[in-house]
């Protein structure tokens, strides 16, 4: 039983009594309802009954089940519900009458056929927070899933070496469009409890992505020609990027005129920090070639270590192995154990740490575990 100050109890998480309902699969969606529940939400997570979200199949890495599940959908509730079936569909309803948020990301059209856009919705259940997330808009018929948006927004063409382009290494557009939700369903919540309007929520994967190319975007339109693809290196500041130092290799990241004197005087060049090549950061990123062969041969007798000391900054250039071991993640407290359908499995804990609270790290669902006792709580048989 929780000790009640005021009106509060002492442990309490911030969404605490606030219910979501999800009908979501994949990952943006997701991302976004696992959020709401670290904060203390109870997500209800609609599947198709028997396969579930599709996401569930993407691998088997983790005891058996996906790594992409297991990673987004944790301390939620699975409500095995076919939506095209009327019985069904009253029920989710049922559950919308009582909820405070409904979020989907159906394919195009998908909602709006079952009645679910968020028009119909907030008609039917006015103080109901609706949240749509899509590739293109909700006007779009085109699907969308990562790559394509990574393609579509020129990340990709951003990305990789000047001879090929690369994939960044995750969902980025999905996660984007995650954070956005989930972003705009706390702002709704918020202006629902200061006005009584619930206003409606819709993000694109599309739009999301295309937030975070902010400054590319601004370079290429204002510049004539977009920052060129660099590697392991930053398009537009040098020198930044992947050096071999003494102990290893390290990326070296340089991004003030005071940090660049530093390293000049490190390498035992002083004078390099006014050679007109290399004299401001355009200089430097204008003439990268023959500043990195300069860098190079001085830094490979030079201990990492030095350079911390001298204020500038460095990182190892790790595997995600080498990132899962790392002390900083132990110091600090950042695993948890969260129980799965398949047995326990480390995770990481939200990255936001609010002071006095502690997030749900809750079970990750089977596909349909909890239908019957919230089919009970409806007073609802079938």
Same mark, same amino acid.
């Given at each position: 039983?929780?000790?009640?100050?005021?009106?509060?109890?002492?442990?309490?998480?911030?969404?605490?009594?606030?219910?979501?309902?999800?009908?979501?699969?994949?990952?943006?969606?997701?991302?976004?309802?696992?959020?709401?529940?670290?904060?203390?939400?109870?997500?209800?997570?609609?599947?198709?009954?028997?396969?579930?979200?599709?996401?569930?199949?993407?691998?088997?890495?983790?005891?058996?089940?996906?790594?992409?599940?297991?990673?987004?959908?944790?301390?939620?509730?699975?409500?095995?519900?076919?939506?095209?079936?009327?019985?069904?569909?009253?029920?989710?309803?049922?559950?919308?009458?009582?909820?405070?948020?409904?979020?989907?990301?159906?394919?195009?059209?998908?909602?709006?056929?079952?009645?679910?856009?968020?028009?119909?919705?907030?008609?039917?259940?006015?103080?109901?927070?609706?949240?749509?997330?899509?590739?293109?808009?909700?006007?779009?018929?085109?699907?969308?899933?990562?790559?394509?948006?990574?393609?579509?927004?020129?990340?990709?063409?951003?990305?990789?070496?000047?001879?090929?382009?690369?994939?960044?290494?995750?969902?980025?557009?999905?996660?984007?469009?995650?954070?956005?939700?989930?972003?705009?369903?706390?702002?709704?919540?918020?202006?629902? #409890?200061?006005? =009584?309007? $619930?206003? %409606?929520?819709?993000? &694109?994967?599309? *739009?999301? !992505?295309?937030?975070? @190319?902010? /400054?590319?975007?601004?370079?290429?339109?204002?510049?004539?020609?977009?920052?060129?693809?660099?590697?392991?290196?930053?398009?537009?500041?040098?020198?930044?990027?992947?050096?071999?130092?003494?102990?290893?290799?390290?990326?070296?990241?340089?991004?003030?005129?005071?940090?660049?004197?530093?390293?000049?005087?490190?390498?035992?060049?002083?004078?390099?920090?006014?050679?007109?090549?290399?004299?401001?950061?355009?200089?430097?990123?204008?003439?990268?070639?023959?500043?990195?062969?300069?860098?190079?041969?001085?830094?490979?007798?030079?201990?990492?270590?030095?350079? #911390?000391?001298? =204020?500038? $900054?460095? %990182?190892?250039?790790? &595997?995600?192995? *080498?990132? !899962?071991?790392?002390? @900083?993640? /132990?110091?600090?407290?950042?695993?948890?154990?969260?129980?799965?359908?398949?047995?326990?499995?480390?995770?990481?804990?939200?990255?936001?740490?609010?002071?006095?609270?502690?997030?749900?790290?809750?079970?990750?669902?089977?596909?349909?575990?909890?239908?019957?006792?919230?089919?009970?709580?409806?007073?609802?048989?079938?």
């Amino acid at each position: 039983m929780r000790r009640m100050v005021g009106r509060v109890a002492e442990d309490a998480r911030p969404l605490d009594g606030i219910a979501v309902v999800s009908v979501e699969q994949a990952v943006a969606a997701p991302f976004a309802t696992r959020q709401l529940a670290d904060l203390g939400a109870r997500v209800i997570k609609v599947e198709r009954p028997g396969e579930g979200d599709f996401a569930r199949s993407y691998d088997r890495t983790v005891r058996g089940q996906s790594s992409y599940f297991v990673w987004l959908n944790r301390s939620k509730e699975s409500l095995a519900l076919d939506l095209k079936v009327p019985g069904d569909l009253e029920i989710l309803h049922a559950l919308l009458a009582r909820a405070d948020v409904f979020v989907q990301n159906l394919g195009p059209g998908a909602a709006d056929r079952l009645g679910l856009g968020a028009a119909a919705l907030s008609a039917r259940h006015a103080r109901l927070v609706v949240c749509s997330i899509s590739g293109y808009g909700p006007e779009s018929h085109r699907k969308a899933y990562d790559l394509l948006v990574q393609a579509e927004t020129g990340l990709l063409a951003l990305t990789g070496t000047p001879e090929q382009m690369a994939r960044v290494g995750i969902s980025v557009a999905d996660i984007a469009a995650g954070v956005y939700a989930y972003s705009g369903i706390l702002a709704a919540l918020y202006t629902r #409890a200061t006005t =009584g309007r $619930a206003p %409606a929520v819709s993000v &694109s994967l599309f *739009e999301a !992505l295309g937030e975070w @190319l902010g /400054a590319p975007a601004y370079y290429t339109q204002y510049g004539g020609e977009p920052p060129p693809r660099s590697d392991a290196r930053h398009a537009t500041i040098a020198p930044y990027g992947p050096f071999s130092f003494k102990d290893g290799t390290f990326l070296l990241a340089v991004q003030n005129q005071r940090e660049w004197v530093a390293l000049c005087s490190l390498v035992g060049e002083p004078d390099l920090a006014a050679d007109a090549r290399f004299a401001t950061n355009p200089d430097r990123v204008a003439n990268r070639t023959a500043l990195e062969s300069l860098l190079a041969a001085r830094l490979a007798t030079v201990d990492s270590a030095a350079l #911390a000391h001298a =204020g500038i $900054a460095t %990182a190892p250039v790790n &595997s995600v192995a *080498e990132f !899962l071991a790392h002390p @900083l993640l /132990a110091h600090r407290g950042r695993w948890a154990e969260v129980q799965t359908p398949n047995g326990p499995i480390m995770a990481l804990r939200p990255p936001a740490d609010l002071a006095g609270v502690s997030p749900r790290m809750d079970p990750v669902p089977a596909v349909g575990q909890h239908t019957d006792a919230i089919l009970d709580e409806l007073g609802i048989t079938r």
